[in-house]
């Protein structure tokens, strides 16, 4: 299995909304992370997981909350967010570091 | 911020030409990869060239590393209407743990 699944495709919330992304990989990475993705740029880091602790969180707001909870498994939990960060979210995974990453397919969110 | 720029910013070309985007980046490498993307979804990996390697080739692609210029260029050779998409290169100057992307060049294939 060599796909990396991300829920949902779409999701539209409020501001005060409590909402979570969940990624799953089943390829054995210990490496896994989160991207930004706003149209027409390139991803953004924001968190990377390694051996399931964080190792990496690029100064992203306290309204997106990671969570490693097994080896297989990553969510970004979601709490008051702003219109501007309405963008595609993509989960990713990789062996280790200096490896090519397996991207999931992304959530795009949208931020009323 | 961003470690590549990737030139052009956007190409169009006949079915059957072959394409090149080249990335230029700022710092020290260890390997840089390339990565195709279809519009609004996820990313796939093309192929990464590690700071020792200088060419690397995979079915129509093929990829240079110039370190002394810091660049690198992607070559599609005989497109088809399926390499519509954008492509990014990817560098873990930033880091080991980090991969920081160009700028992106947006491809299209005319039929």
């Known amino acids: 299995d060599t796909e990396v699944t991300q829920t949902p495709k779409h999701l539209v919330m409020g501001m005060t909304n409590k909402k979570s992304l969940k990624c799953e990989q089943h390829?054995?990475?210990?490496?896994m992370y989160w991207y930004k993705q706003k149209a027409k740029k390139p991803p953004e880091l924001m968190f990377v997981?390694?051996?399931?602790?964080?190792?990496i969180n690029e100064s992203v707001p306290s309204r997106f909350s990671p969570e490693c909870p097994n080896s297989s498994l990553l969510n970004l939990h979601l709490h008051a967010l702003q219109p501007e960060d309405s963008a595609l979210y993509l989960c990713?995974?990789?062996?280790?570091?200096?490896?090519?990453?397996?991207f999931g397919p992304g959530t795009r969110l949208t931020v009323l | 911020s961003q470690q590549g720029e990737e030139d052009p910013q956007a190409l169009s070309i006949q079915e059957g030409e072959n394409a090149t985007m080249n990335c230029s980046y700022k710092?020290?490498?260890?390997?840089l990869q390339w990565y195709r993307q279809n519009s609004g979804r996820g990313l796939v990996h093309l192929i990464l060239?590690?700071?020792?390697?200088r060419e690397k080739h995979s079915g129509r692609l093929r990829v240079t590393l110039d370190t002394s210029k810091k660049s690198s260029s992607l070559l599609i050779t005989a497109s088809r209407a399926a390499d519509t998409a954008s492509y990014f290169c990817?560098?873990?100057?930033?880091?080991?743990?980090?991969?920081?992307f160009g700028t992106g060049t947006r491809l299209t294939i005319i039929p």
């Open positions: 710092t020290s490498i260890n390997n």
């Open positions: 990713a995974s990789s062996l280790s570091y200096n490896y090519e990453q397996f």
């Open positions: 390829m054995g990475h210990r490496a």
């Open positions: 060239i590690r700071s020792n390697e």
């Open positions: 990817a560098t873990d100057a930033g880091g080991n743990e980090k991969l920081t």
């Open positions: 997981y390694s051996y399931e602790k964080l190792s």
